[in-house]
């Protein structure tokens, strides 16, 4: 057994000799051998004449658990004789260390306050106990229960993982502090044990709310990466919108006014159908105009050619019942020419 007192007895061997007399004398010792630098003559001793063995110190069972040695009896014969043995010698643990609770941490005797909303549900968790054991497997298995609870009917223990949950609702009747003393037990022979009180204190939910939303606020990124894409989406639509608006605003403003078409009149040629002159106004009186010769042909007019290059008229005088449409026979336009007048109107005549 561990925390055992320095010279305790932990055995005694025997050994037997047939021989007579001398020969029969046996010795015994302990071969030595060392064990994480430290010799088995300074953890045990063995006497010499009985056998009996010995140990020199005080084990612990979490820091040595077992150890392996060779006894050897050896008779007093010349030669000698001897014979050896093993020896295994193994710590047994001792529920010597006491449960520690680590959660809910408080200090040294000091009681631990936690808050709880009163709108709770039933089987809420409200805290968890956690102890350890220094022992072994055994003497370290822990167990939890009340030691007082205020009300037993408000609140239930696990007793194996510590965890306390509401059994029911809060009711206006249940007093705002709760007083909880849980005890942690280990398994070893006697029970040793470990006990922490905790004061429960039951708040309005919109206190308890704003408390949390006080204690850890939180942080949004408004402009994540999707957000910055919307926005410039939006911005690309808003514009291109904007910019087609304008452009047919600015399409039906010059759009030309549809105007009744004027008679025919002094230094001017119209055709009902299709112009076939472009005027450049030379002045008030005269009209540059591109010529083509035509002739009418059972009432219809046809286009003959256009006039030569370089021949260039102007009309200085046009009646104005003469239309280029029309197939009456009556006398052509006076023509000038400025730059081919002759030939100009060798042309026109044919």
């Known amino acids: 057994m561990?925390?055992?007192?320095?010279g305790a007895l932990l055995d005694t061997l025997t050994a037997y000799d047939p021989d007579l007399h001398e020969n029969q004398y046996?010795?015994?010792?302990?071969?030595?051998?060392?064990?994480?630098?430290?010799?088995?003559?300074?953890?045990?001793?063995?006497?010499?004449?009985?056998?009996?063995?010995?140990?020199?110190?005080?084990?612990?069972?979490?820091?040595?658990?077992?150890?392996?040695f060779h006894i050897e009896a050896r008779d007093s014969g010349v030669p000698p004789l001897s014979s050896n043995?093993?020896?295994?010698?193994?710590?047994?643990?001792?529920?010597?260390?006491?449960?520690?609770?680590?959660?809910p941490w408080r200090a040294h005797g000091s009681v631990v306050e936690e808050k709880i909303p009163r709108s709770t549900d039933k089987g809420s968790l409200v805290s968890k106990v956690i102890a350890i054991d220094g022992d072994s497997v055994l003497n370290s298995r822990i167990t939890y229960q009340f030691l007082q609870v205020t009300d037993a009917t408000?609140?239930?223990?696990?007793?194996?993982?510590?965890?306390?949950?509401?059994?029911?609702?809060?009711?206006?009747?249940?007093?705002?502090?709760?007083?909880l003393v849980v005890v942690a037990k280990d398994n070893g022979e006697p029970a040793l044990s470990a006990?922490?009180?905790?004061?429960?204190?039951?708040?309005?939910t919109a206190v308890k709310a704003y408390s949390d939303m006080t204690e850890v606020p939180l942080e949004y990124d408004i402009f994540s990466d999707l957000n910055l894409y919307l926005v410039i989406g939006l911005?690309?639509?808003?514009?291109?919108?904007?910019?087609?608006?304008?452009?047919?605003?600015?399409?039906?403003?010059?759009?030309?006014?549809?105007?009744?078409?004027?008679?025919?009149?002094?230094?001017?040629?119209?055709?009902?159908?299709?112009?076939?002159?472009?005027?450049t106004l030379v002045s008030n009186d005269a009209y540059w105009y591109s010529m083509f010769l035509a002739e009418t042909r059972k009432g219809k007019l046809v286009v003959r050619q256009p006039a030569p290059k370089g021949s260039r008229y102007i009309v200085s005088s046009l009646p104005r019942s003469t239309g280029l449409t029309e197939t009456s026979g009556s006398a052509p336009s006076t023509?000038?020419?400025?730059?081919?007048?002759?030939?100009?109107?060798?042309?026109?005549?044919k």
Request: hydrophobic share 40%; with cysteine.
């Open 2 to 6: 561990e925390n055992n007192a320095p």
């Open 26 to 68: 046996l010795v015994y010792f302990i071969i030595e051998r060392e064990i994480a630098n430290t010799s088995m003559s300074m953890l045990f001793s063995i006497s010499p004449e009985n056998g009996k063995l010995y140990a020199l110190k005080t084990f612990d069972h979490e820091i040595e658990k077992e150890f392996i």
């Open 85 to 103: 043995v093993t020896v295994n010698i193994i710590i047994v643990d001792q529920n010597d260390n006491t449960p520690v609770i680590v959660s």
């Open 154 to 179: 408000l609140f239930s223990l696990d007793q194996y993982n510590g965890e306390i949950r509401t059994m029911r609702m809060f009711s206006y009747r249940d007093p705002r502090l709760q007083r």
């Open 195 to 204: 006990t922490v009180t905790i004061k429960l204190s039951t708040v309005e």
């Open 235 to 279: 911005g690309s639509v808003s514009f291109l919108l904007l910019i087609t608006i304008l452009v047919t605003i600015v399409l039906k403003c010059q759009k030309p006014k549809s105007s009744k078409a004027a008679p025919p009149c002094r230094n001017s040629v119209v055709s009902e159908r299709n112009s076939f002159a472009d005027s």
């Open 335 to 349: 023509l000038q020419s400025l730059l081919h007048p002759q030939s100009g109107l060798d042309e026109l005549r």
